[in-house]
């Protein structure tokens, strides 16, 4: 069998990030990949706290699973790409 499971759940094109290796379900780049992130700056465009939390949750995860990467490489990857300030139209 080639490819990777999806999680009981989710759709096929969702970009979940699969563990413990933490690469993306979908296309298999590291999570969070350019296309889940880019969903989720359109799905928490209004609310970017909300964003940090959740990715800083999935980093405190992440770290457990990645432990032999070091902490600021995955401090990049899961927030560092998050912009500052919103994102105007």
Do not use: N
Not at 41 to 69: F, P
């Amino acid at each position: 069998m080639t490819g990777a499971l999806v999680p009981s759940g989710s759709h096929p094109d969702e970009h979940v990030p699969m563990t413990p290796a933490w690469t993306c379900d979908s296309c298999g780049e590291e999570w969070p990949c350019p296309t889940k992130r880019t969903r989720l700056l359109r799905e928490y465009a209004v609310d970017r706290a909300s964003l940090s939390v959740y990715l800083g949750s999935c980093l405190a995860v992440a770290t457990t699973d990645l432990y032999a990467l070091p902490v600021t490489s995955l401090q990049d990857r899961f927030i560092g790409w998050v912009p500052r300030r919103p994102l105007t139209s």
